[in-house]
């Protein structure tokens, strides 16, 4: 840890972290749950497990919480596994899974995970949010946890939610953008208070946001224009301003265009911009790609220039290229990173030799990806049962997850 850190920001998210793995310990997984087959990189040809495969839908999305996964697959059906303690998984229960479950029978377009709770938009264009709301990061109007899906607000316009630790941000189809839960930092992005905002409020008066991502405890999105914004704490450079004053509101990260697409994780973050890979923030586990402390200014990664899909969240980050590899760094603790080790990486190493990722990726302690096929492979910590193969037992190499027909 660099003795500039805000250590009480550090033990704040280390504590959480500690109950969220007490809380998965303490529920143990239902014996009675619908077990799906689930297929690892050995399976051989032909075998129950590998026509179980085939036979599955194939997954359009995916993304990973604190202990969680969750997926939508071709029909639109949403799909959540893994920790459950306050309610994430959306199946009305505060019981672990450790294989994938459907959430009702709505059908949706896109899914993201925080550390304890999830949002997710529907096919009609309305949000929904679960699980811990503490912090009122469901965006209900109450502090109250959910075990199943609630709609936020009456809305019928959400394009994209994206869900952190404490608190929660969504893009319009109008190019508005919104955020609500814990402000103790100035996430929210609009300003020093509330402390807690349980309803969506809109971030300054712009109409051409694209994407955001939300970190612990601090925010970046990209615009139409290709420029990149970020706002909140800023005490390890994670906003990319070049220094290590927090930002109330949007402020943006340089003057260049071409950006793409941002992630952010618990202090840092990655972009990537016009096929170029940069990072900044924190890299007291190699998270940002490069060697060193930390950076509070963007910093490129190597020299490629064919960069496709960032994902990055906690301490460890993932990036495919436009030839369908996957790389990943930083953290490596419980094998996230995917390379068959439990190393912390410096340099994005090459998970695999496949060259068909090209679908979606997430990654927190554990980590998620969908091939060209539409299948859906998951590896690292497996304490909740969210890497979906009927265990908990973790691995540090991925292993395909087969969603129930």
């Keep these: ?14 504590r959480a972290a500690r109950l969220l793995a007490a809380a998965s310990a ?65 199946d009305g229960t505060t019981t672990n899974r450790s294989a994938p479950a459907r959430v009702g029978t709505a059908t949706w377009t896109g ?6 709770h999830t949002c997710a938009v529907r096919t009609d264009g309305t949000l929904w949010c679960w699980g811990s709301n503490f912090r009122g990061q469901l965006g209900d109007g109450t502090t ?3 075990s199943a899906p609630v709609q936020v607000g009456t809305a019928t316009t959400w394009a994209r939610v994206d869900a952190g630790p404490s608190h929660t941000c969504a893009v319009r189809t109008d190019g508005t953008l919104w955020c609500w839960g814990f402000n103790r930092t100035a996430q929210l992005g609009v300003g020093a208070s509330p402390y807690v905002a349980n309803t969506p409020l ?7 946001w694209v994407s955001v991502s939300t970190g612990f405890g601090h925010t970046c999105g990209v615009r139409t224009g290709g420029t990149l914004w970020c706002w909140g704490s800023n ?6 301003m070049g220094n290590l004053t927090p930002q109330a509101t949007p402020a943006q990260v340089g003057t260049a265009t071409g950006w793409t697409g941002v992630a952010t994780g618990y ?20 998270q940002l790609g490069v060697s060193g402390s930390y950076r509070t200014a963007p910093v490129q990664i190597g020299t490629a220039t064919t960069w496709s899909r960032i994902a990055a969240s906690s301490d460890t980050t993932c990036a495919t290229r436009t030839d369908g590899t996957l790389w990943c760094w930083g953290k490596n603790t419980a094998g996230q990173v995917g390379d068959g080790s439990t190393t912390h990486r410096w340099a994005p190493v090459q998970v695999g030799t496949a060259t068909t990722w090209t679908g979606g990726l997430a990654v927190t302690d ?40």
């Design 144 to 146: 109250t946890s959910r």
């Design 202 to 208: 809109q971030v300054g008066t712009a109409t051409d």
């Design 111 to 116: 899914v993201d995970a925080g550390t304890g």
């Design 235 to 240: 005490s390890d450079g994670q906003l990319g």
């Design 26 to 90: 303490m529920v143990t997984a239902s014996a009675g749950l619908t077990v799906a087959l689930t297929v690892g990189p050995a399976a051989a040809a032909g075998s129950p497990a590998a026509r179980a495969a085939l036979a599955a839908p194939a997954a359009t999305s995916v993304t990973t919480g604190g202990a969680h996964t969750c997926a939508i697959s071709t029909d639109g059906g949403l799909w959540c596994w893994g920790s459950n303690y306050g309610g994430q998984l959306g």
């Design 1 to 14: 840890m660099n003795g500039h850190q805000d250590g009480r920001l550090r033990t704040r998210w280390r």
């Design 267 to 286: 202090a840092h973050a990655c972009g990537i911009r016009s096929g170029t890979l940069w990072c900044w923030g924190e890299n007291g586990y190699g």
């Design 366 to 405: 554990h980590g998620c990806g969908i091939r060209t096929d539409g299948g859906l492979w998951c590896w690292g910590d497996n304490s909740g049962g969210q890497l979906g193969d009927g265990s908990t037992v973790g691995r540090s190499t991925p292993g395909q997850v087969t969603l129930p027909a």
